[in-house]
């Protein structure tokens, strides 16, 4: 039911703030849901993310608004933030998690080059 929530208002107001263990939990389950939105209005798709959705305005949001989006993108469509502060009452890592927008794009992470002393050991 958790997860449920948080991807329901992540997908109603396009990005939300909670832990980072939460942001992590709910990532690919949100993905999940936008892929099947992403192939277009099918029943069987509408209905499989209403049954998953606390609300319809959300799932029809998500098939006419946020799925066809990212028609073209293969995945990834939600990018976590870390804050840098922490929740003050028990210390947990914050984080906000939010949808990609249209024209924005992941790259891939890049490795630091090697600098070589020039000494062999």
Request: positive net charge.
């Amino acid at each position: 039911m958790l997860l449920r929530n948080l991807a329901t208002a992540l997908l109603q107001h396009g990005k939300i703030r909670t832990t980072l263990a939460k942001a992590k939990e709910v990532q690919p389950f949100t993905e999940k849901l936008i892929t099947l939105a992403k192939d277009g209005w099918n029943l069987d798709h509408f209905r499989r993310c209403l049954a998953v959705l606390t609300s319809r305005d959300v799932t029809f949001k998500l098939f006419h608004e946020i799925g066809p989006r990212y028609q073209g993108r293969p995945g990834g469509y939600t990018r976590i933030y870390k804050l840098a502060k922490v929740r003050q009452g028990d210390a947990a890592p914050m984080a906000v998690i939010a949808l990609l927008g249209e024209s924005e794009t992941l790259k891939a992470p890049t490795r630091p080059a090697v600098v070589s002393s020039g000494r062999r050991s």
